[in-house]
T-cell receptor, first 112, second 113 residues
Framework: SQQGEEDPQALSIQEGENATMNCSYKTSINNLQWYRQNSGRGLVHLILIRSNEREKHSGRLRVTLDTSKKSSSLLITASRAADTASYFC????????????FGTGTRLKVLA | SQTIHQWPATLVQPVGSPLSLECTVEGTSNPNLYWYRQAAGRGLQLLFYSVGIGQISSEVPQNLSASRPQDRQFILSSKKLLLSDSGFYLC????????????FGSGTRLTVV
């Protein structure tokens, strides 16, 4: 079963605007990761946030984590057409079973 | 640097035919290896993972099997393909508990006809 569920399923914005995607999960986690997938390609790791962290930044990316609500958000600031892709969250359980469960993804389209 | 190779990129196979997809990793030792399947416009479903040679964990009972004959080689197989096996298959590797994230291959688009 899917551990993570992204929201919205699809998002269309104008270049220069910010894009916010949310991820909700069901069980306790060790960490949460965000990935990007261009159409027909493999996934690329973007950022990891540990369960004891609340916010993390990487370039134009900002990730927040609220373990009490079992949710995370990914903010892309000043979006570009090249940011058009699907974005997935992935969670690992605290038991350290080496496996990550991916959400259903948000399809982001940035219009030039 | 570490690289992951997955082939072929696309494959069209008739129902009932066998399948063998191969994934190899370079530049690291004892990687954790994974096979995922992605249906069109959907999320990723974990099929198999391996933390060592000959150690395979199956996540979903299905028509597929996996093997790890060498440390950096992971193979996805089927004896007889079904139409429902169509999809985008992704191989990935990680070190330790994946705290640096997964590195994915470029994927294989399988169409069973």
């Amino acid at each position: 079963s899917q551990q993570g569920e992204e929201d919205p399923q699809a998002l269309s914005i104008q270049e220069g605007e910010n894009a916010t995607m949310n991820c909700s999960y069901k069980t306790s986690i060790n960490n949460l990761q965000w990935y990007r997938q261009n159409s027909g390609r493999g996934l690329v790791h973007l950022i990891l946030i540990r369960s004891n962290e609340r916010e993390k930044h990487s370039g134009r990316l900002r990730v927040t984590l609220d373990t009490s609500k079992k949710s995370s958000s990914l903010l892309i600031t000043a979006s570009r057409a090249a940011d058009t892709a699907s974005y997935f969250c992935a969670t690992a359980s605290p038991s350290g079973t080496y496996k990550y469960i991916f959400g259903t993804g948000t399809r982001l389209k940035v219009l030039a | 640097s570490q690289t992951i190779h997955q082939w072929p990129a696309t494959l069209v196979q008739p129902v009932g035919s066998p399948l063998s997809l191969e994934c190899t990793v370079e530049g690291t030792s004892n990687p954790n290896l994974y096979w995922y399947r992605q249906a069109a416009g959907r999320g990723l479903q974990l099929l198999f993972y391996s933390v060592g040679i000959g150690q395979i964990s199956s996540e979903v009972p299905q028509n597929l099997s996996a093997s790890r004959p060498q440390d950096r080689q992971f193979i996805l197989s089927s004896k007889k393909l079904l139409l429902s096996d169509s999809g985008f298959y992704l191989c990935a590797w990680s070190s330790g508990q994946g705290l640096r994230g997964y590195t994915f291959g470029s994927g294989t688009r399988l169409t069973v006809v």
